[in-house]
């Protein structure tokens, strides 16, 4: 078993910035994929950015340049910093830890940005 715990959501003006942070504990094994998702009200959750154990990265075109995702694997936690912050980025983050047999959530943080 994997327990996410996040942190760092909150409310921010558009422009601002948030880094949010996702720590896991448990059966910790390697390779591995941590990935942040997000979910607004009446959309699909939808994968923001995400960053495989040896460090390659990748991202939705729509935080490109905005968004950037780190890890530091000795502590098992994840990083997405959010800078430039828009109105539509309002949604509920969401970590996830996955290796090629198991896959596991944390509850979510709320991220909203007011206009």
């Known amino acids: 078993q994997v327990q996410l715990v996040e942190s760092g959501g909150g409310l921010v003006q558009a422009g601002g910035s948030l880094r949010l942070s996702c720590a896991a504990s448990g059966s910790i094994f390697s390779p591995n994929t941590m990935t942040w998702y997000r979910q607004a009200p009446g959309n699909q959750r939808a994968l923001v950015a995400a960053?495989?154990?040896?460090?390659?990265?990748n991202y939705a075109d729509s935080v490109k340049g905005r968004f950037t995702i780190s890890r530091d694997n000795a502590k098992n936690t994840v990083y997405l910093q959010m800078n430039s912050l828009k109105p539509e980025d309002t949604a509920v983050y969401y970590c996830?830890?996955?290796?090629?047999?198991?896959?596991?959530w944390g509850q979510g943080t709320q991220v909203t940005v007011s206009s």
């Open positions: 996830n830890f996955r290796t090629s047999v198991r896959s596991y």
């Open positions: 960053m495989t154990s040896g460090g390659s990265a």
